[in-house]
């Protein structure tokens, strides 16, 4: 009798954003002609850059000649023009030296965030900070490393590091041990960053602890701070005991491209059991090379064109943009009396609900009177409620309407 | 402490194209000016067809513009243009019904064949072939699902169904109760075909053991007998037992495009260990939505333009330009004493090694005299040893260089 993975059946509701989708549609039947300002998802709204426009376009021409046809992209981990411009400009330009085969490029960091748990043990204790991008949490849960959902939200077995306006959304170290540390900065939904003196504390429990971070630096383009740093490498040791994911859908608006990598230190160890040292590169080689086949040549070519100097250029004007947005937003909310966090050195602002709201409620109270579609922060957590997430990557027409909308609120 | 997916050290060596690629580049430091002829790694060399390069570059165009920019394909299951080109011209066409909730548009077969495991119990008995596309194989173990690598070949708890010549290369039914069957025809490696008798008697051993048929059809295009099936579920029943899985690779030349698709039907069951069913269809729903991100906009355009009338036409003379090297390889090697199975349903030739030798023995004889990479049989399974797999997607001047180095051999 072919069994079900139960693990799936600890899962609760939908994963966020589908249930976000169904409360649209369900909005959208009883009022057709609504004109909603989606500022929920977190999807980019300006097209891709010329550079990177011009770049796929040529691409596209040699997959049609034969002499310039490519297949498959030889053990999945990226072609070395994408691997040498990502070590260049997005490591060794700040100092940290990342070796090629510590790169694996692939089809986005929520692939990767979600896929890179398979390599550890089963027992691993996971913590997490709260709220919480929820592809982290749920992996685990499928993979069975966790126990039932709590009625008080959350799910047993998983260490929950709370992010509150207290601790400015930067959780303190975890006073048990734990073994997967998942760390997400700039913040995905805080909009907060770590300082080097935060981040170094962390490599330090890593260190002592033999944890493993997981650090998710996809919005790592939107750091305004000459001071926070961009790479966890930036830390002294942290190639000891973190593995780094990066994005280009937020950074060159490839959520519809799909291009994004993994960097695996050589000098990374994990455990067996019986304590004896492994590599953990390999591990994450052997699941690359056996469950994907690599990420489209025509986006590698595009990724490629992100760090030329035009493209450079171009997706700094674009990340503008989106940054005069978050300005406007937080500058508009503030003078309308909420509190706001985030929107400096991220895409994000994330938004304490007024009068003591409920995060789904005030969803809700948004959708339907003011058309405008958010993200409750309750939705990435415990510690999320009575938060809500607003992103800074629509329109700024329409960012204008919105604000004009909170203040008839 | 950290600790790593232990179940990754039982894995055999390295996947078995990596292998081939390292024993090539040692090959060619040792001879720089070797003129290799590549009939290994079945990856295809003709360029994409005008249809789907004016998709593509199209699609590369909307992006460019605001107005008509794509960001996250909902969901992340494919857009509906593509899953209605494939409902109505793989399925409907051969008058089987499937519904767009049912057709989940992916970034390849392997990643999907890889990662179907994952929403299945641990304990499930999985039944494979011999020889088998490593992946099936591979997967399993790193989820746990198997024990130790056996010094036989294989590994303890997967039930092999021997595939030879004296049963046409289509195993018999297990004799054991299986839970989750991995299928594929027009097969890789050995190019035979399952006919709908056969087929019927495995959709009838399924539903009376309440087992899962994974079938691959990855390269159903290439079938040129009108009373093979395409599609398993041209099967009466097959839609309460059978997963489907399709590719656009070998299909049309997307090796470095991207883009596959799965059928996961709403009737089909799976059951929890109480004994009661549950649909597979929402589990595979929540891992694609958490797990991955969709397919890049470009390549779904693409993907589209296959079932165009242009399209097809155009991916229709590929595939006779590779079938037309399949029939050189099968007549010339035929003629020169060889035997020769497959290479007329499908894209490979599956031939029995001369004087007994070992099929990585054949290997690197074949590199060495005769400078042609092929891939060896036993990379496959137990069973495959002392077979040899050519792959006919080469160029056809390639493969009259390759027989005539075959016949001085």
Redesign the interface.
């Known amino acids: ?6 693990n ?2 600890k ?1 609760k509701a ?2 966020l ?2 249930e976000i ?1 169904r409360r649209i549609r369900a909005f959208k039947e009883k009022n057709p002609n609504a004109d909603i300002v989606k500022m929920g ?1 977190g ?6 850059t ?1 550079a990177v ?1 011009e770049a ?2 040529k691409a ?2 040699e ?4 002499k310039t ?7 999945g981990v990226g072609y070395e023009f994408l691997r040498k411009a990502i070590r260049d400009n997005d490591f060794a330009a700040r100092d940290v030296q990342i070796d090629l085969d510590e790169i694996f490029v692939s ?2 960091a ?2 990767d965030t ?2 890179i748990q ?7 204790i996971i913590a997490v900070t709260d709220p919480v991008y ?2 982290y949490v ?2 685990n849960v ?1 993979a ?1 490393r966790t126990g039932a959902a709590k009625d008080s939200g959350g799910y047993e077995g998983i260490v929950y590091m709370p992010c509150t306006a207290e601790n400015g959304f930067v959780p303190a170290l975890p006073k048990e041990k734990v ?2 540390i998942y760390l997400c900065f700039p913040n995905n939904p805080t909009g907060a960053v770590a300082t080097k003196e935060q981040l170094t504390e962390w490599v330090g429990y890593a260190k002592e ?4 971070i997981l650090f998710d630096a996809a919005y790592e383009a939107y750091i305004s701070d000459p001071d926070i740093p961009h790479s966890i490498y930036e830390i002294d040791g942290a190639k000891d005991i973190a593995i780094e994911f990066r994005s280009f859908s937020k950074t060159a ?1 490839f ?4 291009c994004a990598y993994s960097v695996v230190p050589k000098n990374l160890k ?4 019986d ?1 004896i040292a ?1 590599d ?1 590169n390999p ?1 994450w080689g ?2 690359h ?11 590698q070519r595009g990724a490629e064109a992100v760090y030329s100097p035009q493209g450079k250029k171009q997706i700094r004007q674009t990340i503008e943009l989106y940054m005069n947005n978050a300005k406007t937003i937080c500058d508009s909310l503030t003078a309308l009396g909420y509190t706001v966090y985030g929107g400096v050195n991220a895409p994000y602002i994330w938004l304490k609900t007024p009068d003591g709201m409920g995060s789904w409620e005030f969803f809700d109270h948004l959708l339907e009177n003011a058309n405008i579609v958010g993200t409750p922060g309750a939705g990435f957590g415990t510690a999320g409620e009575g938060f809500f997430r607003l992103t800074a990557f629509a ?1 700024p027409e329409n960012v204008t309407v919105a604000m004009e909308r909170f203040k008839k609120l």
Chains 1, 2 share one sequence.
């Not at 994990?270 to 059991?273: I, R, V």
């Open positions: 009798m072919i069994t079900v993975n139960e799936y059946l899962l939908g994963y954003f589908p989708g998802i999807d980019v709204t300006q097209p891709l010329p426009i796929m376009h596209v021409d997959m049609a000649n034969i046809f490519k297949g498959y992209d030889d053990d089809d986005g929520k692939s979600g896929n398979e390599i550890f043990g089963i027992d691993n929820p592809v749920d992996t499928m069975g073994d997967l602890n033999k944890a493993v608006g959520t519809g491209i799909r994990a455990y067996k059991k304590g492994v953990v591990f052997r699941r090379c056996t469950k994907f086949n690599g990420v489209s040549y025509i986006s329109l």
